[in-house]
Every structure is written in C-alpha cells, then in structure tokens.
C-alpha cells in the first residue's frame, strides 16, 4: 500500500481563469488527495491532461490585452509535464524536492469585443482566436514532514512569463506577469481504513503586466479532496475547491475596476494502478462542476493523470 501512495504523490502535485482576462496563475483543482505524502526519492516525472469548457454571458466583461470583451466561450486542452527531484536527505525533519512545470496545449477563445480601450466601448465585433504552444515555466519548491497516519506540506510556486504573449489577441499561452503562490497543507491517511483526507490553501500574488499595466489582486484559493479504497488496486472519492479573490485589481490597465472573482467546484474521483512488469502505472480520472461564479468565467474541467516511474 505504501509504495502506491508513493506513485500516488507524484500526480496529485501538479499543478485558469479570474484576474486580468479571467484568468490566474492558480488552476482550481489541480491538487487532492495524497499531497501531502513524501515524494518518491530521487528523480520522477508526473504528467497530466487538463480539459476546459467555460462560458460567460454577454453582460460579463473582461479585458484581453488591448481589448475588452462582452461574454466568451473558451475551450483548453493541456498536457502538463512536471519533472521533480526528491532530496533523500532529511532537512530539518522533512523532505525538500524540487519541481519546474510546464504545459503544451491548445486554447480556444471566442467573444464580443470592441475595436479600442475606451470606457464606453461598442461591442460589435465577434472574434474567434485559437493558440498551440507552450505555456509559462513555473519552479516549484515543497517541503513535507510526516508522521504516521499525519502528513504535512508547505511550498512555494513562481510564475516566470515564457510562453507566448501578444496584447491583441483572446487566446495566449503565457499570462504575461510574473506571480508568486505560497501555501501548506495536510493529508490524514487511516491505512487501516485505507482512507484519507486532504486539503490544500495558499494565496497568490500578482506583479503588474508590463504588456497592458494591468496589476491583478491577490488571491486565496482552497482544494478539497478524500478518498477510499475499495480494493488493493482502485480507489474512489471526492474532490472540490473553492476560489476567491480578495485584492482589487489595479493600474491604469485596470478599465474593469476591482474586478475581484470567485468559483468553486466539486465533483468525483478515481484511480487504478495496472501492473507493468515489477513496476505499477498510475491511471487517475477527477472531474469538477463550477458554480457560485463572478468575474469568472464557469463551466466544467477534468483531468486524466498518468504516472509512469521512472
């Protein structure tokens, strides 16, 4: 059971709309259950498929680099690759790894806009956009103690702006700023049971678009996530998060005002582990629902994990 748990940490600790252009640094969701369990030393890669579909009504507005938008629809499919290394040396009783995430994918986004920045625009221009390629590199740091049945976390992410900008367009890859997101977290896992509980909460701090002198505000987010398993292979649960934006959002790029946003979702999990030779691989499905949204765009998202040891 143990050595599952392990494959189970690598997937769950990869890691997006609010903020400038609905979208944040943070993607609601993408940590649950097992977090907080030590990594597997040494090197591993977790890998995921992300898919979106979110919508917002006509009266919704939001500003896309040197446009404003009325409503929108847009579609994302990524696959986040995370490669970590896991001191086997203990630091102060815990256990340091470190991790760089980055994504290729497709995104679609299609919306009324107007053809300047002014306060009072005339949304009559319908446009379409799609993007392929790479996203930002974000660097990640964590720390976890463990202790029995208790699990602990603390980490540190960074948004460095690499992936593809451009002002006059919908879709991008990159979110154009730098951000920083700091947080902890725990897992209590009853290996009697076989059950456990996880939660995730950090907050996420903005620097100001250099591009469109847009600053977006800070943020708290929280994930939710349990699990059972029903067999010494397969596991079902549930998952959800909460996200809110506690900081106005600011700059003269900020034509919207504070525009502060919040969502959360909730929905199923479940994984298997299928023999591969001496090694196991690691097949996890979870899928959420949004609701409560403002200033965001909502709709539904899954992810499809697979971890492959290296």
């Keep these: 059971m143990k050595n599952l748990l392990w494959f189970l940490t690598l997937f769950l600790s990869l890691s997006v709309w609010a903020d400038e252009g609905g979208v944040s640094f943070w993607v609601p969701g993408q940590v649950g259950s097992f977090v907080a369990l030590s990594d597997p030393e040494g090197w591993s890669l977790p890998m995921s498929y992300y898919y979106a579909n979110v919508t917002a009504s006509d009266s919704q507005n939001f500003r896309y680099g040197s446009r404003l938008t009325a409503g929108m629809e847009s579609t994302s499919g990524f696959f986040y690759f995370q490669p970590t290394y896991a001191y086997p040396q203990k630091i102060s009783?815990?256990?340091?790894?470190?991790?760089?995430?980055?994504?290729y994918g497709t995104k679609m986004v299609s919306a009324r806009t107007d053809l300047t920045t002014a306060q009072t625009?005339?949304?009559?221009?319908?446009?379409?956009?799609?993007?392929?390629?790479?996203?930002?590199?974000?660097?990640?740091?964590?720390?976890?103690?463990?202790?029995d049945s208790k699990n602990s976390l603390l980490?540190?992410?960074?948004?460095?702006?690499?992936?593809?900008?451009?002002?006059?367009?919908?879709?991008?890859?990159g979110l154009g700023r730098v951000a920083?997101?700091?947080?902890?977290?725990?897992?209590?896992?009853?290996?009697?049971?076989?059950?456990?509980?996880?939660?995730?909460?950090?907050?996420?701090?903005?620097?100001?678009?250099?591009?469109?002198?847009?600053?977006?505000?800070?943020?708290?987010?929280?994930?939710?996530?349990?699990?059972?398993?029903?067999?010494?292979?397969?596991?079902?649960?549930?998952?959800?998060y909460f996200y809110e934006q506690i900081g106005s959002?600011?700059?003269?790029?900020?034509?919207?005002?504070?525009?502060?946003?919040?969502?959360?979702?909730?929905?199923?999990?479940?994984?298997t582990f299928i023999?591969?030779?001496?090694?196991?691989?690691?097949?996890?499905?979870?899928?959420?629902?949004?609701?409560?949204?403002?200033?965001?765009?909502?709709?539904?998202?899954?992810?499809?994990n697979v971890v492959i040891p290296l």
């Excluded at 340091?96 to 994504?103: N, P, Q, V």
């Excluded at 790479?134 to 202790?147: A, F, H, R």
């Excluded at 002002?167 to 890859?173: E, I, P, S, V, W």
């Excluded at 600011?250 to 929905?267: E, N, R, W």
Aim: charged share 20%; no cysteine.
């Design 180 to 240: 920083f997101d700091l947080g902890g977290g725990a897992t209590y896992f009853d290996e009697k049971k076989e059950r456990e509980y996880s939660w995730v909460f950090g907050m996420t701090y903005n620097f100001e678009n250099p591009n469109t002198d847009y600053q977006s505000g800070i943020s708290a987010h929280l994930d939710l996530a349990s699990a059972q398993f029903v067999s010494d292979r397969n596991f079902l649960g549930l998952v959800a």
């Design 93 to 103: 009783n815990g256990q340091l790894a470190l991790g760089l995430r980055f994504a």
């Design 275 to 304: 023999p591969a030779g001496k090694k196991k691989l690691l097949v996890h499905f979870k899928g959420y629902y949004e609701f409560a949204a403002s200033n965001r765009p909502a709709g539904w998202n899954t992810w499809l």
């Design 121 to 147: 625009p005339a949304f009559s221009n319908f446009r379409e956009d799609q993007i392929t390629g790479m996203s930002d590199l974000s660097p990640i740091v964590s720390m976890k103690w463990n202790e």
């Design 155 to 173: 980490y540190f992410r960074a948004n460095l702006p690499t992936g593809e900008y451009k002002t006059d367009r919908l879709a991008n890859m």
């Design 249 to 271: 959002d600011t700059g003269p790029g900020a034509l919207l005002g504070d525009f502060k946003s919040q969502v959360a979702g909730i929905g199923p999990q479940a994984g």
